[in-house]
């Protein structure tokens, strides 16, 4: 991001009920936003907090009999020890009962009081306590009307703001700053609410049928709407109207980062209430999707709400931190399941990167005397070692990349292709084999490429797993993170003879949920080596089969099956038993590896219709990828490839 500081901040969560997965999600993606900033050694600041005023909080309180600064008083602790569970690092926290917040509040009120910004008049409509937003006959009609039991038919005396005046002036901003609101779909939902008149906003409730909120200074018979209070978090909590320095650095905050259900409060309101200020608009309104649990919506009385305490009890705060940034494409909904985020914790954690991790420093450790080896024998580094680096600087850039486009998904995946890279690397280059040989240059040449490949990706991995990733720097002899990004792109900075030390497993194998997902390849002659499960790892939950070997058809549908045409077929250099297969799948052509060489010519196989397994995850076996798994029938030493009993064109499904 080219600006020369870094203001990021999340909704401030309404404290009537416990954290979950949604609230969980935005905090650490603006956590990891700063991060990186902070890497690249721009000034940030980081806000989040709580909303604690309105009808939402004063209901829950009612419900559990207390006072709602009670109940306040009793919820905010629940944010503030999960973010710190989750090694968030925000630079303040907010609570909108604080004084400092109530003041600014009120004279910013008293002001466009003043100036006639703000006049009284009846309202007479609906009220939706579960947004606290008012809404209008249609949408109450849509929601159920009177039956709804969030509904509230409203007919009193009230104060409003003239937002109706700024209408114009907002669709043309909008317009004009195509980086306003983001993404652009967003941007166009609010372009598309401005096409109907706006009228003027509501902001306040008379005392007498809500009390518990922020007393308008002209009339104090009236609290302040709670929205109105809510959005001046984002400028009371950096010193609006009290400390102007302060204020000046921070402000136009860089992100609000929101979820799609609170887009036309901050897309329509705070910038009109902004605009009628005198105050400039943050320069980025980001709003990401839902997560939704398995397929549906989270919600209470369902009982599938994601608690974030018990996944990060089970699989630990990095692995949680890692699964939410990688697993949402921003701006769409993501669906949230254990089984998903173990298959994709063992997938990308365990077996990708812990793998690496553990092979490199566990050779380095054995063949290299335990510290970093003599950088080459050789002046340049060769063909693969170029190639592995250009990946990891693929990786840079792409994270650089997303930092600014906020599509860190993205950068988390081209991070993991490098480290599948190196892996591959490290296959085709079998420093296991090269210990053996008198001449240790080569061996040294590997080992340092493997282990540069690694400072960079840790580091690049730092924002999203701060405390995993400072366990394997520390290891590698580089616990800081040089924040630089020009130590990044260059090759070397590792020093020869610094100690390497062994940081334990990294990310044990989690046990999968479903049986399907410890399939492994067959064909693998090297064995990969994945760090045991340790009990910690373990999931506590019983596996999701009651009868063991037996599988719900849920699991077997999982299972993607196709036909396949052979194309193509040839031996793999150096390996006995593999043979590299070229198929048709409809008109995708794949490149498998599959073990069956002692039972196949490459001959035998051309144009035969077999049957391929098509959604594994690729794997690279000898150091040529495999994009899927022919299924063949063995027993003893005898194997047959599953074929099809007539004609039928490629790609049909398998079932
Ligand atoms: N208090 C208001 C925000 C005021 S900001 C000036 C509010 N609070 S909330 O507690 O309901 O939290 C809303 C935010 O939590 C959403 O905008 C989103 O950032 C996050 N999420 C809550 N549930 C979510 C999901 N299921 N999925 C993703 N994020 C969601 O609205």
């Known amino acids: 991001m080219a600006a020369d500081s870094f203001y990021i901040t999340t909704p401030i969560y309404y404290v009537n009920d416990q954290p979950h997965i949604g609230h969980a999600y935005t905090t650490i993606l603006a956590d990891v936003l700063a991060r990186y900033h902070r890497l690249l050694e721009v000034p ?39 973010w710190q569970k989750l090694d968030i690092t925000h630079d303040d926290f907010i609570r909108t009962t604080e004084a400092r917040h109530v003041k600014v509040v009120q004279e910013i009120l008293q002001d466009l009081y003043d100036r006639g910004e703000i006049y009284r008049a009846e309202y007479d409509g609906w009220y939706d ?6 809404v209008t006959e249609r949408e109450a009609e849509e929601a159920g009307g009177a039956d709804n ?42 372009l598309g609410f401005l096409r109907k008149p706006l009228g003027d906003l509501c902001i306040s409730r008379p005392k007498a049928r809500l009390n518990w909120g922020i007393e308008l200074p002209f009339d104090a018979d009236f609290v302040t709407y709670v929205w109105f209070d809510a959005l001046v978090n984002y400028i009371s909590a950096i010193g609006y109207r009290r400390d102007d320095d302060f204020f000046a650095k921070w402000w136009p905050a860089q992100i609000h980062l929101i979820g799609k259900d609170i887009l036309t409060t901050h897309t329509v309101y705070w910038p009109t209430m902004l605009k009628a200020m005198g105050v400039e608009q943050p320069r980025t309104i980001f709003a990401h999707g839902w997560w939704l649990s398995g397929a549906h919506k989270m919600s209470k009385s369902l009982g599938n709400v994601v608690n974030p305490m018990e ?33 994709r914790y063992n ?20 063949n290299a005397d335990g510290q970093i ?51 591959r690397y490290l296959e085709l280059k079998q420093p296991w084999t090269l210990a053996k040989q008198a001449d240790k240059g080569p061996l040294n040449t590997v080992l340092y490429t493997a282990a540069e490949t690694l400072r960079v990706l840790s ?20 616990p800081q993170v040089a924040p630089q990004l020009d130590r990044l792109k260059h090759f070397g900075e590792l020093s020869p ?91 995708e052509r794949r490149q498998l590896v599959a073990g069956i060489a002692m039972h196949y010519t490459p001959e035998d196989l051309q144009d035969k219709t077999v049957v391929v397994v098509t959604n594994l995850k690729p794997a690279v076996l000898r150091g040529v990828k495999s994009e899927g798994m022919l299924l063949a029938a063995t027993k003893g030493e005898s194997l047959r490839l599953i074929t099809v009993d007539g004609n039928i064109s490629s790609g049909a499904t398998v079932k």
Do not use: C
């Not at 806000?47 to 829950?60: F, I, N, S, Y």
């Not at 909008?174 to 306003?180: D, G, Y």
């Not at 693998?524 to 999931?539: I, V």
């Open 347 to 366: 997938a990308d954690l365990a077996n990708d990167l812990g793998n690496l991790a553990s092979r490199v420093i566990k050779m380095i450790r054995k």
């Open 129 to 134: 306590v579960s947004s606290e937003t008012f």
């Open 373 to 423: 080896p003599e950088r080459t024998s050789h002046e340049t580094p060769g063909a693969e070692e170029q190639a592995v680096w250009a990946t990891v600087q693929e990786a840079v850039t792409a994270v650089a990349d997303t930092v600014s486009t906020l599509h860190l998904d993205r950068g988390l995946a081209s991070v993991m292709t490098a480290v599948r890279a190196t892996n």
């Open 311 to 343: 996944m990060i009890d089970k699989y630990g705060v990095d692995a949680f931190r890692y699964f939410l940034i990688a697993e949402m494409t921003l701006g769409q909904d993501a669906h949230f399941t254990e089984e998903q985020f173990v298959r």
């Open 149 to 190: 039991p969030n509904l509230t038919r409203i007919a009193e005396s009230n104060y409003f703001f003239r937002m109706s005046a700024y209408q114009e002036w907002l669709i043309d901003y909008i317009e004009t700053h195509p980086e306003f609101i983001q993404p652009a779909h967003r941007r166009n939902e609010t």
């Open 459 to 478: 580091a690049l991995l730092f924002p999203v797993m701060p405390e995993r990733m400072a366990a394997l720097r520390s290891a590698l002899g580089v």
């Open 44 to 82: 940030t600041f980081f806000l989040t907090g709580t909303d604690e005023h309105g009808q939402k909080v004063q209901q829950a309180a009612d419900r559990a009999g207390v006072t709602p600064q009670a109940q306040a008083d009793a919820t905010v602790v629940r944010f503030q020890a999960l």
């Open 497 to 587: 003879g610094v100690p390497v030390t062994d940081p334990g497993p990294l990310f044990p194998r989690a046990k999968p949920l479903s049986s399907l997902q410890e399939q492994e390849l067959p064909m693998t002659e090297e064995p990969r080596e994945a760090p045991p499960a340790t009990p910690a790892a373990a999931p506590t939950k019983p596996p999701a089969a009651p009868v063991p070997g037996v599988i719900d058809y849920d699991h077997f549908a999982q299972v993607e099956l196709r036909t396949a045409r052979i194309v193509a077929a040839e031996k793999i250099p150096g390996a006995t038993k593999l043979l590299k297969v070229d198929v048709m799948i409809g008109d």
